[in-house]
């Protein structure tokens, strides 16, 4: 099921081909990629910062938490016409298709990273306590890219069939948006409703990104969460795109 992965050669120039073209032809390059996320974040703090102010570093809060779901949004709602966008190589290659949808999720992955890093000198300009978890952030990624790559085999595969699932997928990153601790902590969630808010996997991840970049701490039970979790989605993403790969050829 995984052989396609040991097609390094393949998957690397790709990657670096698909990196250069997002970023071909802008004068900022990967500033532009910085900007509207950081310019949602100084919105969201002012519009909210007199109602959470109980919030150690809300700004930092809120920065890092639009940063991280970010990566989600962008690569999921680019990854879904991974295949349809390349059918040249699904139906006159023998590559393998899975790389298709893996390629644009490394390239966001690569992309998302370099921004996280460059958000590090400031959050300890602004008070946010960097200390040794910051040495996990490359861990906690690599396993979010793997819940990244897991979704974007469902919605790809998905969207061969159906190409409309971007208005869909559009209105739930909405809500998943809203529905995550970007603006509020999970505090403010009665506590009735908390076990079920915390089996979004992405409530998960963003508290592990904020625990090592802002407070310096680590929640292994929340790792080993987002961990299950992103080999759950990952599988099961290879088991649906398997059984719909087959009619993609005669889709396209």
Same mark, same amino acid.
């Given at each position: 099921?995984?052989? +396609?992965?040991?097609?390094?050669?393949?998957?690397?120039?790709? #990657?670096?081909?698909?990196?250069?073209?997002?970023?071909?032809?802008?004068?900022?390059?990967?500033?532009?990629?910085?900007?509207?996320?950081?310019?949602?974040?100084?919105?969201?703090?002012? $519009?909210?910062?007199?109602?959470?102010?109980?919030?150690?570093?809300?700004?930092?809060?809120?920065?890092?938490?639009?940063? $991280?779901?970010?990566?989600?949004?962008?690569? #999921? &709602?680019?990854?879904?016409?991974?295949?349809?966008?390349?059918?040249?190589?699904?139906?006159?290659?023998?590559?393998?298709?899975?790389?298709?949808?893996?390629?644009?999720?490394?390239?966001?992955?690569?992309?998302?990273?370099?921004?996280?890093?460059?958000?590090?000198?400031?959050?300890?300009?602004?008070?946010?306590?960097?200390?040794? +978890?910051?040495?996990?952030?490359?861990?906690?990624?690599?396993?979010?890219?793997?819940?990244?790559?897991?979704?974007?085999?469902?919605?790809?595969?998905?969207?061969? +069939?159906?190409?409309?699932?971007?208005?869909?997928?559009?209105?739930?990153?909405?809500?998943?948006?809203?529905? &995550?601790?970007?603006?509020?902590?999970?505090?403010?969630?009665?506590?009735?409703?908390?076990?079920?808010?915390?089996?979004?996997?992405?409530?998960?991840?963003?508290?592990? +990104?904020?625990?090592?970049?802002?407070?310096?701490?680590?929640?292994?039970?929340?790792?080993?969460?987002?961990?299950?979790?992103?080999?759950?989605?990952?599988?099961?993403?290879?088991?649906?795109?398997?059984?719909?790969?087959?009619?993609?050829?005669?889709?396209?």
């Amino acid at each position: 099921m995984f052989g +396609y992965l040991r097609q390094r050669d393949v998957i690397i120039t790709l #990657t670096k081909y698909e990196f250069k073209l997002r970023y071909r032809g802008t004068v900022l390059g990967i500033g532009w990629s910085l900007l509207a996320p950081f310019l949602l974040a100084v919105v969201l703090y002012f $519009v909210f910062r007199n109602v959470f102010r109980f919030v150690e570093n809300f700004a930092l809060y809120v920065l890092v938490g639009v940063f $991280v779901f970010r990566f989600f949004s962008v690569a #999921t &709602s680019v990854g879904m016409y991974s295949i349809i966008s390349k059918a040249n190589f699904v139906t006159k290659t023998n590559l393998s298709r899975e790389i298709l949808p893996l390629v644009t999720t490394l390239t966001y992955f690569f992309s998302s990273f370099i921004e996280l890093l460059i958000l590090i000198p400031i959050i300890s300009i602004f008070g946010g306590e960097i200390g040794m +978890y910051i040495l996990l952030l490359p861990v906690i990624h690599i396993v979010y890219l793997i819940f990244v790559y897991g979704v974007n085999l469902y919605l790809s595969a998905i969207t061969v +069939y159906f190409r409309d699932l971007n208005q869909i997928w559009e209105v739930i990153t909405n809500i998943l948006f809203f529905a &995550s601790p970007i603006v509020y902590p999970i505090r403010v969630i009665p506590k009735e409703y908390v076990n079920i808010y915390m089996l979004n996997p992405l409530t998960r991840f963003i508290e592990l +990104y904020r625990d090592v970049m802002i407070y310096n701490t680590f929640s292994i039970n929340d790792f080993v969460y987002v961990l299950i979790s992103s080999l759950l989605v990952f599988t099961s993403g290879h088991i649906f795109f398997r059984r719909l790969q087959r009619k993609f050829g005669e889709v396209l």
